[in-house]
């Protein structure tokens, strides 16, 4: 038999192969690949999270004593000073902290337990005294608690502890603030949160610069001093129930002689002085 040229074999493999593409060419177009989902904003907000769990680890351990400023709407600014001893005892005196903003209180933790303190000034000068209100690491029941020594200490476990119900970002620096900020809410659907919703900011060494919180704004004032080696009451403790929150109610005015009729004459002589 007769072999065909290479020239004619070649081609009519070529023409195979072309028959082959244009066959292909006629195919739908594979599906494009889906394009990747945007960035979530979940790892920042973890990131966000880890970040605040480890600046309030740091302030557990953080010793200082600073005077900030306290930002009350419709009220002056007050200047509270927070102390956290060597020793780890604390103390938060704040201005106006109960009896409806009439009296001084420090609340003070030591090793005896949670006191709430009336401590003098010069609007009203009274004797100092304490009540202890409960055990070391509680909180002060609510209706004797001006919660701004929780911004301080007793808050602090809820941001370390990774199972609280909480929902934390980076946040814009408050006025005064240095260090980070982080913004906190709650994605509990209890009506109780485990902390004021708001704005914390922390420098790296872990001590509080500011927080905006339901309660007002605190700034830290000046520079933090060393802290002292314990803390004390400022008063004995006494027993008795603490000072409210509420004002205390209005005192009622003596009765003048011109609007109390005259009690009628027993006829009887006055005693001698």
Same mark, same amino acid.
């Given at each position: 038999?007769?072999?065909?040229?290479?020239?004619?074999?070649?081609?009519?493999?070529?023409?195979?192969?072309?028959?082959?593409?244009?066959?292909?060419?006629?195919?739908?177009?594979?599906?494009?690949?889906?394009?990747?989902?945007?960035?979530?904003?979940?790892?920042?907000?973890?990131?966000?999270?880890?970040?605040?769990?480890?600046?309030?680890?740091?302030?557990?351990?953080?010793?200082?004593?600073?005077?900030?400023?306290?930002?009350?709407?419709?009220?002056?600014?007050?200047?509270?000073?927070?102390?956290?001893?060597?020793?780890?005892?604390?103390?938060?005196?704040?201005?106006?902290?109960?009896?409806?903003?009439?009296?001084?209180?420090?609340?003070?933790?030591?090793?005896?337990? *949670?006191?709430?303190?009336?401590?003098?000034?010069?609007?009203?000068?009274?004797?100092?005294?304490?009540?202890? *209100?409960?055990?070391?690491?509680?909180?002060?029941?609510?209706?004797?608690?001006?919660?701004?020594?929780?911004?301080?200490?007793?808050?602090?476990?809820?941001?370390?502890?990774?199972?609280?119900?909480?929902?934390?970002?980076?946040?814009?620096?408050?006025?005064?603030?240095?260090?980070?900020?982080?913004?906190?809410?709650?994605?509990?659907?209890?009506?109780?949160?485990?902390?004021?919703?708001?704005?914390?900011?922390?420098?790296?060494?872990?001590?509080?610069?500011?927080?905006?919180?339901?309660?007002?704004?605190?700034?830290?004032?000046?520079?933090?001093?060393?802290?002292?080696?314990?803390?004390?009451?400022?008063?004995?403790?006494?027993?008795?129930?603490?000072?409210?929150?509420a004002a205390p109610p209005p005192t009622t005015p003596p009765?003048?002689?011109?609007?109390?009729?005259?009690?009628?004459?027993?006829?009887?002589?006055?005693?001698?002085?």
């Amino acid at each position: 038999m007769r072999s065909r040229p290479a020239s004619r074999v070649l081609s009519a493999s070529a023409a195979v192969l072309l028959a082959a593409g244009v066959s292909a060419c006629g195919d739908a177009a594979p599906a494009t690949p889906p394009a990747s989902p945007a960035p979530s904003a979940a790892p920042e907000a973890e990131d966000a999270r880890i970040e605040l769990a480890a600046r309030a680890a740091l302030a557990q351990d953080h010793r200082f004593a600073a005077l900030y400023t306290l930002d009350v709407p419709g009220r002056a600014q007050r200047s509270i000073m927070a102390t956290v001893a060597v020793d780890g005892s604390w103390r938060v005196d704040i201005p106006g902290g109960a009896l409806g903003g009439t009296t001084d209180v420090s609340i003070t933790e030591t090793e005896a337990g *949670v006191f709430q303190c009336a401590i003098p000034s010069a609007s009203n000068p009274v004797s100092p005294f304490c009540v202890r *209100v409960a055990d070391r690491g509680k909180h002060v029941p609510k209706e004797y608690d001006p919660k701004v020594e929780r911004v301080f200490r007793q808050w602090l476990p809820v941001f370390t502890d990774r199972q609280a119900p909480l929902s934390v970002t980076a946040a814009q620096p408050l006025p005064g603030s240095t260090g980070s900020c982080y913004s906190v809410d709650t994605i509990s659907a209890s009506l109780s949160a485990p902390v004021d919703v708001g704005i914390y900011c922390y420098a790296d060494d872990g001590l509080l610069t500011a927080a905006r919180v339901t309660f007002g704004t605190i700034t830290i004032s000046g520079t933090a001093a060393a802290p002292p080696p314990s803390v004390e009451l400022p008063g004995p403790v006494v027993g008795g129930e603490p000072m409210g929150m509420a004002a205390p109610p209005p005192t009622t005015p003596p009765t003048t002689a011109s609007s109390t009729p005259a009690a009628p004459s027993s006829g009887r002589p006055s005693p001698s002085a």
